[in-house]
T-cell receptor, first 115, second 112 residues
Framework: DSGVTQTPKHLITATGQRVTLRCSPRSGDLSVYWYQQSLDQGLQFLIQYYNGEERAKGNILERFSAQQFPDLHSELNLSSLELGDSALYFC??????????????FGPGTRLTVT | TQLLEQSPQFLSIQEGENLTVYCNSS?????LQWYRQEPGEGPVLLVT?????EVKKLKRLTFQFGDARKDSSLHITAAQTGDTGLYLCAGATTSGTYKYIFGTGTRLKVLA
């Protein structure tokens, strides 16, 4: 158990809909990272928040957004969903927020299926 | 676009054999991490290497960071069935948009 929690574990929704994925970091960790993992794309970095502020952006679509709240939990919002958005979405947390040397701990993931 | 190529992509070996997995890039990374992932679960951190040329050992697993910090290797001695899984390397970089880049993965199956 990494100490990172994610809800829900599974999510099935239709194209065009909007969903929210939730992540609680390990106690004491200030950074939260979101990743998307699909069979053909591997693990893709989406976005990082550090202590409530956006720190780094990866391949995140404009239809996706995220935020980190004062209690440090984070939400990833996915809108206008397409079939290609079906994937595993992972949240990770780390103590610090600067790239290099800060170890990331991953949650169990949310499996999103868009039908 | 920064890429981390892992080889081999798939590996199936007998219990007791040795193996090496490679992680290569043309980019320099400030640190590099290795993870193991089981189906349907999140990646589990195995090790972080930071210094060029650094070697770290974790029981039967030996990790090495290249001198130029562009590549890394993972060597497993006397593989066991419990080593089966997806092995991922991830590089941390401060250049460009991307901060953490994951490798393409090596899927290892150890047969009894």
């Amino acid at each position: 158990d990494s100490g990172v929690t994610q809800t829900p574990k599974h999510l099935i929704t239709a194209t065009g809909q909007r969903v929210t994925l939730r992540c609680s970091p390990r106690s004491g960790d200030l950074s939260v990272y979101w990743y998307q993992q699909s069979l053909d794309q591997g693990l893709q970095f989406l976005i990082q928040y550090y202590n409530g502020e956006e720190r780094a952006k990866g391949n995140i679509l404009e239809r996706f957004s995220a935020q980190q709240f004062p209690d440090l939990h984070s939400e990833l919002n996915l809108s206008s969903l397409e079939l290609g958005d079906s994937a595993l979405y992972f949240c990770a947390s780390s103590e610090g927020g600067v790239a290099g040397g800060y170890e990331q701990y991953f949650g169990p993931g949310t499996r999103l299926t868009v039908t | 676009t920064q890429l981390l190529e892992q080889s081999p992509q798939f590996l199936s070996i007998q219990e007791g054999e040795n193996l090496t997995v490679y992680c290569n890039s043309s980019s320099v990374f400030s640190s590099l991490q290795w993870y193991r992932q089981e189906p349907g679960e999140g990646p589990v951190l195995l090790v972080t290497v930071v210094t060029g040329g650094e070697v770290k050992k974790l029981k039967r697993l030996t990790f090495q960071f290249g001198d130029a910090r562009k590549d890394s290797s993972l060597h497993i001695t006397a593989a066991q069935t419990g080593d089966t899984g997806l092995y991922l390397c991830a590089g941390a970089t401060t250049s460009g948009t991307y901060k953490y880049i994951f490798g393409t993965g090596t899927r290892l199956k150890v047969l009894a």
